[in-house]
């Protein structure tokens, strides 16, 4: 089983970044041209070039390729990226080569690619002077699709409606059963729409990253698929 769990917002401080010629560090967000001014930050897309005839995504592309331990940007791997524990623990649980990540900012990705900060997301709760963070469902981006090919068995999806439709173009071709979570609980009962998909109730009163409590639940064996 491969279990593929949404990105996150919170991120560890410590987080790698790509840098510029004249050192300024880069933050990838959805629309550079609308975040705030910093003499010490540039902010780019992910698709945006990087001046070596490449994008940034096919620049971390190449950086992953790099000898193992060969990280002088100290880039993270994507499952230590983000703050909440849940990540390490489904790494713990289900093994590394099992887990992958849904990421607003680079696409579905394995949880031990190397990863640099940035601050994109689906949430349309993101507005007002966050809204530079936010990618809308229409916007261009390459987005990486890293499944291996030769996989067998179940892909299970953990997370929020916003990222249901990512979720479902990147595992189009997979030729493993897809099965996702959806909350139910309270007032909602809706499940998202995803052709192709098995769709699985979780019940839980939690609305803000109720998928966490989904995970921990896989992983103590509460719910199965």
Known sequence: M??????????????GRFKMEDGRLIMFVADPKEAPTDNKIIYKRP????????????EL???????????????LRAWELYSNPVYAELVNTFCVQNVFILSAGWGLIPA??????????????TRGDNAYKRRRRNDAFMDLSMLP?????????????DYVPLFCCLTEGAKSERIIFYRCGGNSD???????????????RTQTNWHYECAKALMQGKITV
């Open 61 to 75: 592309v190449k950086y992953n390729r790099r000898r193992p331990g060969d990280n002088p940007l100290g880039l």
């Open 190 to 204: 809706n499940p998202p729409t995803a052709p192709g998909c098995r769709l699985l109730r979780f019940e839980t």
């Open 149 to 161: 090919a030769d996989r067998t068995g179940s892909i299970v999806f953990l997370g929020g409606k």
């Open 112 to 125: 031990d690619f190397l990863t640099p900060d940035y601050d994109i997301t689906f949430s349309n709760k």
């Open 2 to 15: 491969i279990v593929v769990i949404q990105c996150a917002a919170r991120k560890y401080p410590c987080a």
């Open 47 to 58: 698709d945006d070039p990087s001046g070596s005839g490449l994008s940034y995504r096919e």
